[in-house]
């Protein structure tokens, strides 16, 4: 199992440090992911539109950007935006990044609508069969549900 490890790099949430690290590593376990280390970095709006700029072209803030690394770029002030939208709490929308992220690195992609769906589908099962086992899931609604586009709209 790889060594997981969250640094944060804001200041505005409480980051859920030790549920980041659980759920990272029941989905690295279910996945079967190869990597020695996965880091969990959470990035202010700042530094995320500058990585998104630099890396994918995209100057917007975004909810998670994944790299080969192992390195799962978060933006906890992205995921309280869409946790508010969503009615979830922002460490539910957190969990998804980072499971969105681990998926990324088992080789599932979310450029074309077949993909898309199979991603969701991943992420559901993930969270509602690994990370909120029952009777939790049926607590959480169903676990978090995530938005249909892949990433969130520019500002």
Excluded: W
Aim: hydrophobic residues 45%.
């Amino acid at each position: 199992m790889p060594d997981i490890s969250v640094i944060n790099f804001q200041r505005k949430f409480i980051i859920p440090t030790s549920m980041i690290i659980k759920t990272a590593a029941r989905c690295a376990k279910a996945l079967k992911l190869r990597h020695e280390a996965i880091t969990v970095v959470c990035a202010g709006t700042a530094r995320m539109r500058a990585i998104n700029k630099k890396f994918l072209g995209h100057d917007y803030a975004t909810d998670v950007i994944t790299f080969d690394s192992g390195d799962i770029v978060i933006c906890p002030a992205v995921a309280a935006r869409f946790a508010r939208a969503h009615g979830q709490s922002t460490a539910q929308e957190m969990t998804l990044y980072v499971v969105h992220g681990l998926l990324h690195l088992g080789g599932y992609k979310d450029k074309d609508p077949a993909d898309i769906v199979l991603m969701r589908s991943m992420e559901a099962k993930l969270i509602n069969g690994i990370i909120y086992s029952p009777p939790l899931a049926g607590r959480a609604r169903g676990g978090v549900q995530r938005r249909v586009a892949p990433h969130p709209s520019p500002p």
